[in-house]
């Protein structure tokens, strides 16, 4: 390839979109032509599990075909890969949103210096929030760990409006054209993956949030905590791979007047929190947030990992959990209502690491997002910032009732319960004929597990 330096490089990541790309208003700048490349980190790549690599191999094909066939796709090391190419195509700069996850930081920083070596230069231009991590401060310059006054903040601040930037907006470089230029290796195939994935790329999420901008915001507050309801927007998904901005959806929440659209925007708050904490406290990935909790004792042996795995496969007992743990399996997808009791079935039922739970979701949901999902089940362990108290413990079966008030949602997902009517569903243990043929009885009893719970937290409050 040439070495005119006309050239720059766009290197997509968590931002497989064409508009409201600021990345692409910054190339057009830098450079008449820019380069289109995605790297298949195997670091990245492994513990994604094969939904999320499936659905990002879709969103790269999607991608792919609104940039005419240009997206240059190669595996590798960030650090080898993105200066070789860079060098190829004679870029004096690379174009990235920032990232603010622990390895996408460091690794940003050590193709930087790769980069700089060579006289090219990564320009980072937006980040997959509305307000990038680390900008919403308190009053006396430290960072928020309680989430209303942050989402307070996170409102005044305010964010730009979305980037006007489409296919056009940059000349695309056809690596197909250039001699001696990087081997591609092209998109993977799909993987075989036994769940029902959401159609990937920009456009399907477009689609989707159109949809539900027209029929689901207005009736959002009050059936997004409806398991049984197709109430809440699905864009988890599209927001966790930049199929969509939360700008763009943003500036649509705006000119809604319904209090959902509020409620809807004070989920995106959420995701924007839980990114902000995960950058203060990177080893939040990992550890307790709140270090107290290292003094909870966790059950640990054969007793354990049998319990995990009834959980892991919806074989509990407890028809809420079950149904819940069965719809990640089938759709790599749960919903949020779900996610929080089986969570906390996990962590006080079964007393359990959440790190256990954390990671299993980590490889089978297709929305997987390491802020969300850590602190997800940080708050619901106690441990996290802006904790539920430890001792406010879900109880399954009330949960069940309340949520899934005439048990349709169990019954879609526990074929076994199919035949039981009505709410009866949530406590089969106390039909007349007894539980049907091979649904198991429940693991662990509810009340004498919350004592349990209850007693070990005293061991926390020692360490406080
Ligand atoms: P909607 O109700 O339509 O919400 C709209 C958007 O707001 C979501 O797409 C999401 O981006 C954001 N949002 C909503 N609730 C939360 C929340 N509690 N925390 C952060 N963002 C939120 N979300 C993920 O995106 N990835 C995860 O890996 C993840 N793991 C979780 C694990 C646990 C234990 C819990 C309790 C929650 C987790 N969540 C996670 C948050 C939430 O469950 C999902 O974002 C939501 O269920 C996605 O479905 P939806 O898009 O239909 O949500």
Redesign the pocket.
Known sequence: MADSRDACVVWFRRDLRLSDQPTLLAAADAAPRALALFVLDPRLLGPSGPARRTFLYGCLRELDAALGGKLLVVRGDPADVVPRIAKAVGAATVHIAADFGPYGRERDEVVEKSLAADGCELVRSGSPYAVAPGRVTKGDGGPFKVFTPFRRAWADHGWRAPAETGPRTVEWIDPADKDGGPRAVGIPDDEKVDAELPEPGEAAALRRWTE?LDGGVED?GGT?DRPDKP??????????YGCIH?RT?LADLARQRSASAGT?RT??A??E??ADVLHQRPDSARKNYDRAFDALPVASGKGAEERFAAWKEGRTGFPIVDAGMRQLREQA????RV??I??SFLVKDLHLPWWW??RY??QL?V???????????Q??AGSGTDASPYFRIFNPITQGERFDPDGDYVRRFVPELGGIPGKQVHQPWKLQDGIPDGYPEPIVDHKVEREEALARYERVKAAR
Not at 367 to 377: K, Y
């Open positions: 539900f959002y997004r109430g809440t927007s699905r864009m988890s998904v599209y927001l966790k939360p959806i809807y989920e995106i959420w995701r929190f839980y997808w749960m919903h949020n996610r929080m089986v969570a739970g954390a979701f980590m949901l929305d997987g997002d390491l802020a969300s999902n850590q602190h997800g089940w708050w619901t």
